[in-house]
């Protein structure tokens, strides 16, 4: 099973921004598609983005465009989600997975334990 580790969650008022971070505990994510998931308080997981390691494409759910930017950075080991314009329906724990067929498709079997994002006044 890979490691991953999230980080960059916490309380935020609603309009402003984040950065999430996932980097691997001990292997490369250049050699996996990584996406990011979120759970909020009494729903279903949902999937938020996904970017996958061969050309480095990327793929959001219909809803989150615009608001959520997936990067990712191997010089450092890490794949970032940049949200903007947060909302309080933005607060769920956010949790990235690895990918081991590359191309941002099921299943995820690796996932970090993840942040947690919190949007209040």
């Known amino acids: 099973q890979l490691q991953l580790v999230e980080s960059g969650g916490g309380l935020v008022q609603p309009g402003g921004s984040l950065r999430l971070s996932c980097v691997g505990n001990?292997?490369?994510?250049?050699?996996?598609?990584i996406a990011w998931f979120r759970q909020a308080p009494g729903k279903e997981r949902e999937a938020v983005s996904c970017?996958?390691?061969?050309?480095?494409?990327?793929y959001y759910t219909d809803s989150m465009k615009g608001r959520f930017q997936i990067s990712r950075d191997n010089a450092k080991n890490t794949v970032y989600l940049q949200i903007h314009r947060l909302t309080p329906e933005d607060t769920a724990v956010y949790y990235c997975a690895a990918d081991h067929t590359g191309l941002c498709a099921p299943p995820d079997d690796d996932w970090g334990q993840g942040t947690q994002v919190t949007v209040t006044s």
């Open positions: 001990g292997f490369s994510l250049d050699n996996y598609a």
């Open positions: 970017i996958r390691n061969d050309d480095g494409d990327t």
